[in-house]
């Protein structure tokens, strides 16, 4: 009987509790769908999902939204996926009221989504920031070195006077061929200046080269950044396109499943306590005689100590062992008085037997149960 009013009320406890809906929302994983399908991305992107869904900040966001309590949104968002491999999530939201489901459930995944995605804005953003500190770098190196040398473009001035020395060289070669001494003197002076500014300019070209090669390597990674950036801004706008969250509402919760699963779970916790109440009782019952015969020995010994400490004898021994014992005197012969007349007495001898012995026996066990 137990068991069924347990289930019984369980039933009916359960079905004076408000009616729930749903509704499910469903997204592919941005990340493996941007990058190209990788089951440990899919597998990590969704676990960091389920996380993220119903964590504190993002929760209380919502409910700011869209004016649910919070203790709502925790109990009723969930996050899945068919398989373990699949980078298609489903989202289910079950709450009290109808009409907000779908846009709680909307406003979690789109929220989740963003979440997600913030920090690989984050990190772009500050990758971005580090990229055009090093450029705004390369490119104060190159003043500092235009400063010191007065050079805008050395590379350009070596090539320029490289070309000048060799026609100079073209000169002096034609000066000593036509035998013209005094030319190809003042050509070879020429020539010395010239290959003289041409080792200096050379080692300036070589610092040049330098400086611009890091502010060309500082554009390439500035240029990687923006991409990133692009791409995590353009993850977040998508995120808030209608066409990425596909939501259903799929009405009210049967509660059928839920009152048996719970009704047979109230009557089999009944039952247990009925059959260890039954089995407790039967303990206590069966351990009941044998305490009384314990108490009943312990008072007896108690009174067999009272009466020896008072130098009378115990009551069962009074009582058993002293007429066990009580040794009978010897019987006397009674005989009647002859006879007036002189004739000799008739009758055989009566053994007449110890009243006296018994008495005193008697006397003795009356003191001692009155002790």
């Not at 300019?201 to 990687?224: C, D, F, K, N, P």
């Not at 596909?246 to 059928?256: A, F, Q």
């Amino acid at each position: 009987m137990l068991p069924l009013v347990a289930g019984a009320a369980t039933g009916a406890l359960m079905l004076k509790q408000p009616a729930k809906y749903q509704a499910d929302a469903t997204v592919v994983v941005p990340a493996v769908a941007a990058k190209g399908f990788s089951t440990s991305a899919a597998a990590q992107y969704v676990a960091t999902f389920k996380d993220v869904l119903i964590s504190q900040p993002l929760v209380q966001a919502v409910s700011n939204a869209t004016k649910v309590p919070t203790k709502d949104l925790v109990g009723g968002l969930t996050a899945a996926t068919v398989t373990a491999s699949s980078n298609i999530i489903h989202v289910t939201y079950v709450g009290p009221v109808k009409s907000s489901v779908a846009d709680v459930v909307r406003a979690a995944t789109v929220a989740t989504l963003d979440t997600v995605a913030q920090p690989q804005l984050v990190q772009a953003q500050n990758a971005l920031n580090s990229g055009q500190t090093s450029l705004a770098k390369a490119d104060a190196a190159i003043t500092q070195y235009t400063t010191n040398t007065g050079l805008l473009f050395p590379d350009q001035d070596f090539k320029i006077k490289q070309a000048e020395l060799s026609q100079l060289l073209l000169q002096l070669q034609q000066s000593n061929i036509a035998g013209d001494s005094k030319r190809a003197a003042a050509l070879q002076a020429v020539i010395t200046q010239r290959q003289a500014e041409l080792a200096t300019l050379a080692t300036q070209v070589g610092q040049y080269t330098s400086l611009t090669e890091q502010r060309q390597a500082s554009l390439t990674v500035l240029s990687h950044d923006q991409q990133l950036l692009a791409d995590a801004q353009a993850l977040l706008t998508a995120n808030h396109d209608p066409k990425t969250v596909s939501v259903t509402n799929l009405g009210k919760v049967s509660r059928v499943g839920d009152i048996l699963r719970f009704t047979a779970i109230a009557a089999a916790v009944a039952l247990i306590l009925a059959l260890a109440l039954i089995l407790l009782k039967e303990l206590l019952r069966a351990r009941r005689p044998a305490v009384v015969s314990t108490a009943t020995s312990s008072s007896d010994a108690r009174a067999d100590g009272r009466a020896a400490s008072a130098g009378a004898a115990p009551a069962g021994f009074i009582g058993t062992r002293f007429r066990r014992r009580a040794v009978p005197r010897p019987a006397q012969t009674a005989t009647k008085p002859p006879a007036k007349n002189g004739a000799v007495p008739t009758g055989a001898p009566v053994d007449a037997p110890d009243a006296r012995g018994e008495g005193e026996l008697a006397e003795q066990s009356r003191t001692s149960a009155s002790r």
